[in-house]
C-alpha cells in the first residue's frame, strides 16, 4: 500500500490530471501524467468492471500496479500526478509484461530522472 500522501484520492485532483496531463496510451493500459505543486509523485489507479466483474482481479491488478510504480517512484521526477488507467486485454498478461509497458509509459512521458 502506498502512503496516503502518495495517492491520489479526490475526484478534482483526478479532473486536473486528465485536463492537464501528457497521456501514453498502449493496449493494455493509459498513462496520464500532469505537474503539481507538491514535494512528491502521487498515483491514481482506474480499473473499471469491464476488464472484470470480479473484485478480486481488479484488486489484484491494482495491487500489482502500484508495486511496479512505487518500484519506479524513486527513478522519477518529483512533482507528478500520475493516473494509470486500465483496459481489458491486461487480464491476459502477465506481471513482466505490465512492468515493460508502464516503464515504457514513463519513458515516454518523460518522467525518468537525468
Known amino acids: 500500500m502506498l502512503p496516503k500522501n502518495k495517492r491520489i484520492r479526490l475526484n478534482k485532483d483526478f479532473d486536473h490530471t486528465f485536463k492537464t496531463g501528457q497521456s501514453f496510451y498502449g493496449q493494455i493500459l493509459g498513462i496520464k501524467a500532469a505537474k503539481n505543486i507538491l514535494p512528491g509523485n502521487r498515483l491514481g489507479i482506474i480499473i ?5 466483474k470480479k473484485a478480486v482481479v481488479r484488486n489484484r ?26 483496459f481489458p486485454p491486461i487480464i491476459d498478461k502477465n506481471f513482466l509484461e505490465i512492468t515493460a509497458v508502464i516503464k515504457t509509459g514513463l519513458k515516454r512521458l518523460g518522467l525518468y530522472k537525468g
Do not use: A, M, Y
Open 48 to 52: 473499471n468492471t469491464k476488464v472484470s
Open 61 to 86: 491488478l491494482k495491487r500489482q500496479i502500484r508495486e511496479i510504480v512505487k518500484k519506479e517512484f524513486s527513478l522519477l521526477t518529483t512533482g507528478h500526478d500520475l493516473v494509470i488507467i486500465v
